[in-house]
């Protein structure tokens, strides 16, 4: 019995499940999902074109699948050239008749849409939108909380063939202008009070000044209660459009539907231009296929308006799910202590088949002795996702113990800069401890070494070496095709280099590693900082922890920062204990030089570490955006780190 394996796969899948049903659609045995896969990536136009008719794409594909330029393999690579369709009329002809979106709060509130309340709300805004002049091409922003107006604002803009664009409330004045303020947008829906964690805030005064800072802001659309003092006229979301039919404009496959901005750690944020018909396959292929997203679902991820998680999971609508949008924090402080059960509560009431978390949110929930499936009926969860960073194999042990032994598991791996993932899951295939399971359909995945030769069993560059229809079409701004192939394609010419350390294992699941521009270098010897976190997630005194780089003469060292939980007490003891572990179950050069307890972690404000920022502040550099960390403070503390003396 092979111990890794924690979850298979039912026997009834190889029949039912839609990737088994797409095998045999594409004259493939859904037991040989390598045969499936290298068809799908030596042929990527035929495996698109069939993808196309398998999800129900509304519009007109064209005769030609996939365009090739010989001088430019990948990056001059057109999909569908011919195909005019509409993101928007996709997703909503998918949508569940009776139920297709629920709303929940921290609150514990609910309401339920039926497919046609939504459309009509999608038609009133859209018929507003075109009488505020927005036209084909024009970007539309939001800053909004992850609720139905969100949803239809983004639809909306999509129907009319509008650019949609979003920041979510937590993120202030400057995040807001660094990435919304870069498109310029006619039109900003705003909502003025919101609340989060138990607690109601006021954003009125920030978004009156990012109204007056925009350039070529024409209408500003205030949801809700609040109206921020404006230079541009401002109106209500009641008062915004008129009741009338829902037209769809036909777009070409390439014509831009978003604009993503990346966490912008290492500069200004990168504003990214999604193609229409692109990303629309994507995330259907991922849904349908990997997730077994099936008509009747209910789907959840946990997840704010401005992450690529939340465009990804409102796909979920074009397989015939119900997508549930929940609004507030999934942990809530209260008199005795952490109320850990948001989420779970969600799954039981509204029965829930797919939930999206993070590993961050496992972390705290493991920290807190919380046992969801001992504390709610989680019987209707068939899959469980998480998104955002590294799995630790311990947090794998926790799911199967704490959460339900009979679900499948998806740690998924991919990115804001292609709308979807190069590794995730399989209805297919067994879930292996801290692995991904499988290379995506249609992703050419590959790990390089350094020679640029693919290796197996060993770390590596993640790399893609086929075209894909989600890759961007260009970054945003002046010089934005020549800033796009620099972040990609510079260290290897037409082929996507993708900035993560993995592993690709011989039975086809993969480990990540971490980010590359992250990854340690002692002694000259790469070591991805997942494995060091994946070791400190077994103490159950830190709270978290960070782990970077610092410059020493000619050679680099480990430094590793921890938030010590609740009233533990930190010393010499535990970080023995810590590179004791470290050095068994890693090896001696993960074992850190120096080890300081920290008030705080950096974050960006989607909750992922931000190891550049603290890297930098120790090594005196300037850290290059602020804007983009919900707790830039903290940083303060890291520069004074060299004078203290080390745990």
């Excluded at 890794?4 to 796969?9: C, G, H, I, Q």
């Excluded at 993120?171 to 303020?181: E, K, P, V």
């Excluded at 209910?298 to 929940?326: D, E, I, K």
């Excluded at 005795?336 to 009431?349: F, K, P």
């Amino acid at each position: 019995m092979d111990r890794s394996v924690l979850w298979s796969p039912e026997a009834g899948a190889l029949r039912d499940s839609g990737l088994a049903r797409f095998a045999r659609n594409c004259g493939f045995d859904p037991a040989d999902y390598e045969a499936l896969h290298t068809w799908s990536i030596a042929d990527p136009g035929a495996f698109w074109s069939r993808l196309w008719d398998f999800a129900g794409v509304k519009g007109d594909k064209g005769s030609v699948a996939l365009h090739r330029d010989p001088a430019a393999p990948m990056t001059g690579a057109q999909f569908f050239p011919e195909a005019r369709l509409n993101v928007a009329e996709t997703l909503l002809a998918g949508a569940d008749p009776a139920c297709a979106v629920i709303e929940c709060d921290e609150t514990g509130a609910r309401a339920e849409h039926s497919a046609a309340a939504l459309r009509a709300e999608v038609a009133r805004i859209a018929r507003g939108l075109r009488a505020a002049g927005v036209g084909p091409g024009d970007r539309v922003g939001a800053v909004l909380p992850n609720r139905l107006e969100c949803l239809v604002t983004h639809l909306a803009s999509l129907a009319i063939g509008a650019v949609w664009t979003s920041c979510s409330p937590d993120f202030g004045t400057t995040g807001i202008l660094d990435r919304i303020g870069q498109v310029q947008p006619r039109v900003l829906f705003v909502q003025p009070r919101v609340r989060y964690g138990g607690k109601e805030i006021d954003l009125t005064a920030r978004l009156g000044d990012v109204a007056a800072q925009i350039k070529g802001l024409e209408t500003l659309v205030t949801v809700g209660e609040g109206t921020p003092e404006s230079p541009v006229p401002v109106t209500t979301w009641e008062s915004f459009g008129s009741p009338g039919p829902l037209e769809f404009e036909p777009r070409r496959f390439d014509d831009p539907c978003y604009i993503l901005y990346t966490s912008g750690t290492t500069g200004a944020p990168k504003a990214i231009v999604h193609r229409s018909g692109g990303v629309l396959l994507q995330k259907l292929k991922e849904h349908m296929l990997h997730g077994d997203v099936r008509p009747g679902d209910r789907f959840l991820w946990y997840t704010n308006t401005a992450w690529m998680m939340y465009h990804w999971v409102v796909a979920s609508m074009g397989c015939g799910a119900t997508l549930v949008l929940y609004d507030g924090a999934p942990v809530l402080k209260e008199a005795g202590g952490l109320d850990c059960g948001q989420l779970w509560r969600a799954v039981e009431r509204e029965r829930l088949t797919h939930l999206g978390i993070s590993p961050k949110y496992l972390s705290t929930l493991m920290e807190q002795g919380y046992r969801p499936g001992d504390a709610q009926d989680l019987g209707s969860l068939r899959w469980l996702m998480s998104a955002g960073s590294p799995v630790s194999p311990q947090q794998y042990d926790w799911m199967y113990d704490a959460v339900k032994a009979d679900m499948g598991f998806a740690s998924i791996s991919g990115g804001t800069e292609i709308m979807g993932c190069f590794l995730l899951g399989s209805p297919l295939h067994p879930v292996r401890r801290g692995r991904l399971t499988v290379k995506g359909l249609g992703m050419a995945v590959n790990v390089f070494d350094e020679r640029g030769a693919p290796v197996r069993g060993r770390p590596g560059e993640l790399v893609c070496t086929e075209p894909f229809p989600s890759m961007p079409a260009t970054f945003w701004g002046p010089d934005g095709d020549a800033r796009y192939r620099k972040s990609y394609f510079a260290e290897r010419p037409e082929i996507w280099t993708h900035g993560d350390h993995a592993t690709l294992y011989p039975d086809g699941s993969a480990e990540i590693h971490g980010r590359s521009d992250c990854t340690l270098n002692p002694g000259g010897v790469r070591i991805g900082t997942a494995d060091i976190y994946n070791v400190c997630a077994q103490f159950p005194e830190l709270e978290d922890c960070i782990v970077f780089g610092r410059p020493v003469e000619g050679d680099e060292e480990i430094v590793l920062c921890v938030k010590i939980a609740g009233q533990q007490a930190a010393g010499p003891d535990l970080a023995q204990a810590i590179r004791r572990r470290l050095r068994v179950e890693c090896s001696p050069r993960h074992v850190p030089s120096a080890i300081y307890c920290v008030s705080d972690i950096p974050m960006t404000v989607n909750g992922k570490r931000v190891e550049n920022a603290a890297r930098s502040v120790v090594s005196g550099r300037a850290v290059a955006n602020l804007g983009s960390l919900a707790n830039a403070d903290c940083l303060a503390e890291y520069a004074s780190l060299t004078k203290r003396v080390p745990l």
